[in-house]
């Protein structure tokens, strides 16, 4: 993490474009499936678990966004967001408010 620890309504957000041989199906993550920017993706709302609550979040927001659905979800976009008390929620909106309007300028 690059942070030792958040601020009180403190938001860290990370992002991780990862690659994968085999077959990795959206299907099988955690969350609501929906799509953003015209990619298939994932969105997961939690309590704060392991990373996230080492900094001290209450929250974390988990999204994975699908760059190429031809070579079997091989290539994806994976956001994870940290949010601490209070106000959580406001940045928990916050977040999925970023998510909606994200664009996606490379594909794999």
Same mark, same amino acid.
């Given at each position: 993490m690059p942070l030792a620890a958040l @601020?009180?309504?403190g938001v860290l957000i990370t992002? !991780?474009?990862r690659s994968a041989p085999g077959d990795h199906r959206l299907s099988d993550q955690a969350g609501r499936q929906? !799509? +953003?920017d015209g990619h298939p993706a994932s969105i997961n709302a939690t @309590?704060? !678990?392991d990373e996230c609550a080492a900094v001290g979040a209450t929250r974390e927001v988990h999204a994975i966004i699908? +760059?190429?659905p031809v070579m079997?979800?091989?290539h994806w976009l994976d956001m994870s967001a940290c949010l601490a008390a209070p106000d959580a929620a406001r940045a928990e909106m916050q977040v999925n408010e970023m998510l909606a309007s +994200?664009?996606?300028t490379s594909g794999p």
């Open positions: @601020s009180p309504g992002w !991780t474009r929906t !799509t +953003l @309590s704060a !678990t699908v +760059l190429d079997p979800y091989q +994200l664009r996606v």
